[in-house]
């Protein structure tokens, strides 16, 4: 009685604004306003076929995808060092890591306008070795040094732990049974910290795929990702039928990719991967 | 790798994540608009981000949605903990199957959803709809962090209490609630900061003229650069800083908070 009593708040507030609001959502993007009412339709997803939509999926998934990778081209080395140093400077590194994330998302992203901007800080900074202005903003390479940027720590932290976690006696075998340092990485340390990889691999793509204040920011209106089309689908287009229907095949794309890396991740946490 | 080419590794990684920072911080301190050239020190940035009536009103905004949101998702969350860790089976898996969905979906989801839930009912929205989507979005953190906490607690513990006379409400005061005390701060902790940073369901489920700071940033932004917002930023900073610190000697002590999401995630 008591157990029930006490769930039975939050029950009723998540079936009220969790899943209720989800299945309309759903419900939005299989109907359209027709001249009698609403109507069952396909027509939000068939639009979304148009090259001109499915070019904004895939720049985004491209993008995406781009930033993922060199966030862990350069979180993975960052980590490893981390993982190396005393305790004491192990808590001070991490704790700078994460010091950013603590300041407002937004400003964050605008910081970066005032130093690539076109009388920004590194365009005087050139201007004083003699080159000329160069267009910084606004393009696609500033929406990716944003995601980079903010998302980076997401990548660091959740390897890091599992590095710090690992069993240095494995590693410390591979090297008495005459395993080279590159040897011991690829075979031991890497396949080892996969479980690491894969969730920094989730937390960096998910927010990457779906952001649209980066791209709105960074990218002005040169820019158009997923996100931008969704927002402009409820907000300045209203054109709810088809914001819907673009938001599950978001929600699609996301479920479909955090299956595949829950694929690798049981075939890498065991043995060898490579 | 030789310990030369790591410190400069990081070095590197420090600079690019503070490079801006540091800009801001600088420039909220400029006498004239630019970004690039210096003319001078001066605090007219501070002073004008101090009339602006809009600023201070998204201030007073984020404040309050984040201390109701956050002490209505602490006790929900708390009560909904204490009830899951006493059931068994399938209706708790689908429970807490919905409760990760918040965590899971991508927050513009999660905002155009609520937002369509609320134009539906012909809720107007606001402030109440802004505080309804706090809520919704921190409670499942909350669950996570407190339930654990449910997990560990042994039952004798509870029975040995009410044998020796006390009263129920007693018993959870004196033995319970120390115990799971820590779950419920940093439950608390993730759900008020989760508010405070929240810009995308804000975003969504608000209206009628009523911001958060990130709302505010996000118009002020796209308007071109505002150097109230680097003295804006720079009053932020100092601010997190100064709560990282008392979090940091609290944490000494067993309740740390570093990325609510990460946390959560990792621990999923």
């Known amino acids: ?48 076929t148009d090259p001109l939509y499915l070019k904004v999926l895939g720049l985004s998934v491209w993008i995406a995808l781009q930033s993922t990778v060199l966030c862990l081209v350069i979180g993975y080395p960052l980590a490893m060092i981390m993982s190396g140093l005393k305790p004491s400077a192990q808590r001070t590194t991490m704790t ?73 006696s494995v590693i410390e075998a591979a090297q008495d049974l005459g395993a080279n340092r590159l040897h011991v990485f690829w075979r031991v340390t890497l396949p080892l910290s996969l479980p690491g990889v894969v969730s920094g691999v989730m937390m960096v793509f998910m ?21 931008n089309l969704i927002k402009d689908q409820f907000l300045s287009v209203y ?36 | 790798m030789s310990r030369w080419l790591q410190k400069s ?25 630019s970004t690039s050239n210096w003319s001078g020190f001066s605090l007219r940035w501070y002073a004008e981000l101090f009339q602006d ?17 956050s002490l209505i998702s602490t006790v929900m969350g708390t009560f909904a903990a204490f009830g899951l860790s006493q059931m068994r089976g399938r209706f708790k898996g689908f429970v807490l199957g919905v409760n990760n969905l918040p965590i899971l979906n991508p927050d513009i989801v999660t905002g155009i959803a609520l937002m369509s839930l ?59 609630l120390p115990e799971i005390m820590p779950g419920i701060i940093t439950g608390f902790l993730m759900a008020f900061t989760l508010s405070i940073d929240d810009f995308v369901i804000s975003f969504f489920t608000t209206g009628g003229g009523v911001s958060n700071l990130s709302i505010e940033i996000y118009s002020m932004a796209r308007r071109g650069i505002k150097p109230e917002i680097n003295a804006l930023s720079t009053l932020m900073f100092l601010t997190v800083l100064l709560l990282l610190f008392v979090i940091n000697r609290r944490s000494e002590k067993g309740a740390g908070v570093v990325l609510p999401k990460t946390d959560t995630l990792e621990r999923m």
Do not use: C
């Open chain 1, 1 to 48: 009685m008591l157990k029930r009593l006490s769930t039975a708040p939050y029950l009723l507030w998540s079936f009220l604004l969790i899943v209720v609001p989800l299945v309309m959502v759903l419900g939005y993007s299989l109907i359209r306003t027709g001249p009698g009412g609403p109507e069952f339709s396909l027509n939000g997803f068939i639009k979304f």
């Open chain 1, 96 to 168: 700078m890591i994460v010091l950013p994330m603590w300041m407002n998302f937004l400003l964050r992203t605008y910081a970066w306008i005032p130093i690539l901007g076109r009388n920004g800080l590194l365009n005087g900074l050139l201007a004083t070795i003699g080159i000329p202005p160069l267009n910084l903003l606004f393009n696609e390479g500033a929406v990716l040094l944003g995601m980079v940027y903010n998302f980076l720590p997401f990548m660091v932290l959740p390897i890091f732990t599992v590095l710090i976690r690992m069993d240095r």
């Open chain 1, 207 to 227: 927010p990457a795929v779906s952001t649209f204040v980066i791209s709105d920011l960074l990218g002005g209106s040169q820019v158009n990702l997923v996100g």
């Open chain 1, 239 to 274: 054109d709810w039928n088809f914001g819907a229907s673009i938001s599950v095949v978001l929600m699609a794309l996301i479920l479909v990719s955090m299956w595949i890396l829950g694929k690798t991740d049981k075939n890498g946490s065991g043995v060898s991967f490579f």
């Open chain 2, 9 to 33: 590794y990081l070095f590197l990684i420090f600079t690019f994540l503070y490079a801006p920072i540091a800009v801001l911080i600088v420039f909220s301190f400029n006498d004239s608009k």
């Open chain 2, 53 to 69: 009536d809009k600023i201070l009103s998204a201030l007073y905004y984020t404040l309050a949605i984040a201390l109701i949101s």
């Open chain 2, 118 to 176: 609320f134009v539906f009912t012909g809720t107007r929205l606001g402030f109440m709809t802004m505080l309804m989507a706090h809520i919704t979005f921190s409670t499942p953190y909350v669950i996570l962090s407190v339930l654990p906490k449910f997990k560990q607690l042994s039952s004798e513990m509870l029975d040995a209490a009410l044998d020796l006379g006390a009263t129920p409400w007693y018993a959870f005061r004196k033995v319970i």
